[in-house]
């Protein structure tokens, strides 16, 4: 069965550094999500893109975040800047008509 | 507006019985409602959904029942078992063929179903 794979499975990282986050959604999917879920909380919607292009995101989606689709694969989440409260675990998701698909995240541990 | 609440934070039920997870929203342009399982440390896999058209919606042993009137949706887990230990999260978002549709998660259910 299709699934939808990140990478890495954990990234340490220090404050005000770079990190992108990977994902590879189900094939045939059009529709591409990014969810975080600081520990122990519920999971918080980030952005959505479709058509190569952003169509709705949070307030958590700041200037330090982008997305990216960089190949037909791939579908990328950087931080530009990273700060302590971005520690937590990064989902991505795929969806092509209803139900939305997640991955199994990435753990992102900001010290 | 946007928030969706659920309960109890947690539940303790005995192998067999019925666990039960509510949760209730505001906005009345969601129409599609989820419900998914996590484990620890695996992303969140989809239970079974249903839209506001229906009351209820039964898979196997997963029932949601739907009252769109009082804006509640619940979770039914029929003859629980050890394995359906997991934290639940309900959700709701405007319709799946918006292509946005971002899910407003509630907070989620830690079940443990003791043996």
């Known amino acids: 069965e299709p699934e939808v794979t990140q990478t890495p499975s954990h990234q340490v990282t220090q404050m005000g550094q770079e990190v992108i986050l990977r994902c590879v959604p189900i094939?045939?999917?059009?529709?591409f999500y990014w969810y975080r879920q600081i520990l122990g909380q519920k999971v918080e919607f980030l952005v959505s893109?479709?058509?190569?292009?952003?169509?709705?995101k949070s307030e958590i989606f700041d200037d330090q975040f982008s997305v990216e689709r960089p190949d037909g694969s791939n579908f990328t989440l950087k931080i530009r800047s990273t700060k302590l409260e971005d520690s937590a675990m990064y989902f991505c998701?795929?969806?092509?008509?209803?139900?939305?698909?997640f991955g199994p995240g990435t753990r992102l541990t900001v010290t | 507006q946007q928030q969706v609440k659920q309960s109890p934070q947690s539940l303790i039920v005995q192998k067999g019985g019925i666990s039960i997870i509510n949760c209730a929203y505001e906005?009345?342009?969601?129409?599609?409602f989820p419900w998914y399982q996590q484990f620890p440390g695996k992303g969140p896999a989809l239970l079974i959904a249903?839209?506001?058209?229906?009351s209820e919606k039964k898979e196997g042993r997963f029932t949601i029942s739907f009252n769109k009137s009082a804006k509640q949706f619940s979770l039914h887990i029929m003859d629980s078992q050890p394995g359906d230990s997991a934290t639940y999260f309900c959700?709701?978002?405007?319709?799946?063929?918006?292509?946005?549709?971002?899910?407003?998660f509630g907070p989620g259910t830690r079940l443990s179903v003791l043996p």
């Open positions: 959700a709701a978002s405007r319709s799946p063929h918006n292509y946005g549709q971002n899910f407003v």
């Open positions: 906005n009345t342009a969601f129409d599609y």
């Open positions: 998701a795929s969806k092509k008509e209803y139900e939305q698909y």
């Open positions: 094939s045939n999917h059009l529709y």
């Open positions: 249903i839209r506001p058209d229906v």
């Open positions: 893109f479709y058509n190569n292009e952003i169509s709705e």
